[in-house]
């Protein structure tokens, strides 16, 4: 959705590496926000955005306005099942039918082999891959590890809206993360003690609102009682007005 950052670049210099030709999508989708506020406060710059594909070396850059997407009279709505409830679906209840309702269309228009996605929002990846494979979409999507800052913090564009205060605070979401993932390399299978553990570590940090903590089901993101098998930590917090997620897998 532009504005774009080291985390996108990584993206376009994989598609590079191992396609003929890689095409960028910008778009700042109005159907995914459930806050008309949210949307107008989304950061743009597409001069900059055009600028950095252009450096990765990018063949085309894609940015069409919203009635090329959504062309008069478009009332269809894609609505991905039972991965796309819980947690962001939950959290933000419509965001995940206009993340794949925007990106059915895209892929459509762009007909492209493949698609990269960031594995920071791993649940949106999942949806996206349901969605594909149920609609017998050629495009294979694919994701790519999260790209974070030096201390930590999962590359956002959203992270632009933190005051230099929150910023500092921010990197306690990675913190948590791998607080439950060292018990869980040491043994700890219980749902519940994770959960806490990345609670305890959040309730450090006095400017971190916590929304969620999840330990779920890598596959189902179901919230697991033990985790007996591949499973995904996330989170949601707030710092002031700016909410960040992030997420990291066990297995």
């Not at 993360?177 to 959040?202: H, I």
């Not at 989170?235 to 960040?244: D, P, Q």
């Amino acid at each position: 959705m532009g504005w774009l950052h080291d985390g996108h670049r990584a993206l376009m210099g994989r598609a590079r590496a191992e396609n003929a030709t890689t095409v960028v999508s910008i778009f700042v989708n109005p159907r995914q926000f459930g806050d008309p506020a949210d949307l107008a406060r989304y950061p743009r710059n597409e001069a900059q955005d055009v600028e950095i594909c252009e450096a990765e070396g990018v063949d085309v850059v894609f940015a069409p306005p919203v009635e090329e997407v959504y062309l008069p009279g478009f009332d269809t709505i894609v609505a991905v099942g039972s991965i796309a409830r819980p947690l962001e679906g939950a959290a933000r209840p419509g965001h995940f039918d206009g993340v794949a309702t925007v990106v059915a269309v895209l892929f459509n228009l762009v007909g492209a082999d493949r698609a990269y996605f960031g594995q920071k929002d791993a649940q949106q990846v999942a949806v996206i891959r349901r969605m594909a494979i149920d609609l017998a979409t050629p495009t294979e999507v694919i994701a790519c590890p999260t790209i974070r800052e030096p201390d930590g913090l999962a590359m956002s564009s959203r992270n632009v809206h933190l005051t230099p205060g929150e910023r500092a605070a921010a990197p306690v979401l990675r913190q948590a993360l791998l607080a439950a993932r060292e018990a869980w390399l040491g043994g700890e299978r219980s749902g519940d003690v994770l959960r806490d553990r990345m609670r305890a570590q959040l309730a450090e940090e006095p400017l971190a609102n916590v929304e969620y903590v999840s330990v779920a089901d890598a596959a189902t993101l179901a919230e697991l009682d033990a985790v007996d098998g591949p499973a995904l930590l996330s989170l949601a917090v707030r710092f002031g007005s700016t909410r960040l997620i992030d997420n990291e897998p066990l297995g």
